[in-house]
């Protein structure tokens, strides 16, 4: 892991530029692709940068990380909606090119992998980190070979997304993740944490055993990943 420290604002423009390098050495590459509260500031450069003519989407494929289970894509709360809403409907992409894993369709959720496989698989997977350490929906305890999957949200989840949601009741229990093995099998990886709320389970995931009770520890194995951080997110390094 490459670690890199510096400003919201900073770490938003560096992410960026790896789309940049990435994209134009390679214009149909596999974006893998994240929601929550940490890439809107990458997403908005993102589009600023495709506004600019920097880079282009429209050879790309992308893959999102995760959907809540029984939420449709026209639901407000849905991972498909926020990545229209927050980045494909500001950049070029092709929306045919873009792929979210189906919360209503769930009996078939390995088949994500073979669509990802399929497409050549991913070559840059964005990240963020939940306070339990989870990448994707991915919580502790989850196998690491795992593929895309079904998993029953811990309650520390529910509660830490319930602040989109009219209520925490309203929260899905359960979503659909890429699994840990899917999430590894990304050529490039471009992880970012921000804020002092994620500087623990960022001490645990950098300098702790690879455990899977802290499922972005295996980071530490893979051979191309930089780990963007905030000076918060960093405090306790
Ligand atoms: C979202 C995802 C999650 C989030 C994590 C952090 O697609 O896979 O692992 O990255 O829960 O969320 P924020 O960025 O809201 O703190």
Known sequence: MKIIIDT????????????????????????????????????????????????????????????????????EQSYRYFMNKNLFEHIDIP??????????DTAHAGDYDKAIAAAGGVDLQLLGIGHDGHIGFNEPGTPFGSITHVVDLTPMTREANARFFTSI????????????????????????????DKAEIIKKMIDGDVTTEVPASILQLH??????????????L
């Open 8 to 75: 919201p604002e900073k770490i938003a423009e560096l992410a960026a530029e790896r789309y940049v390098e990435l994209l134009n050495r390679k214009p149909n590459a596999v974006l893998g692709y994240a929601t929550g509260s940490t890439p809107l500031g990458l997403y908005a450069q993102l589009a600023k940068l495709n506004a600019a003519g920097k880079l282009t989407f429209k050879d790309a494929t992308t893959f999102n990380l995760d959907e809540y289970a029984g939420l449709d894509g026209t639901h």
């Open 95 to 104: 929306m045919e090119n873009t792929h979210v894993p189906s919360g209503t």
């Open 169 to 196: 009741d309203e929260v899905p229990t359960q979503a659909v993740s890429m699994g840990m093995k899917t999430i590894m099998n990304a050529r490039q990886i471009v992880f970012i944490a921000l804020g002092k």
């Open 223 to 236: 051979p191309n990943c930089e780990v963007f951080l905030d000076h918060d997110a960093a405090s306790l």
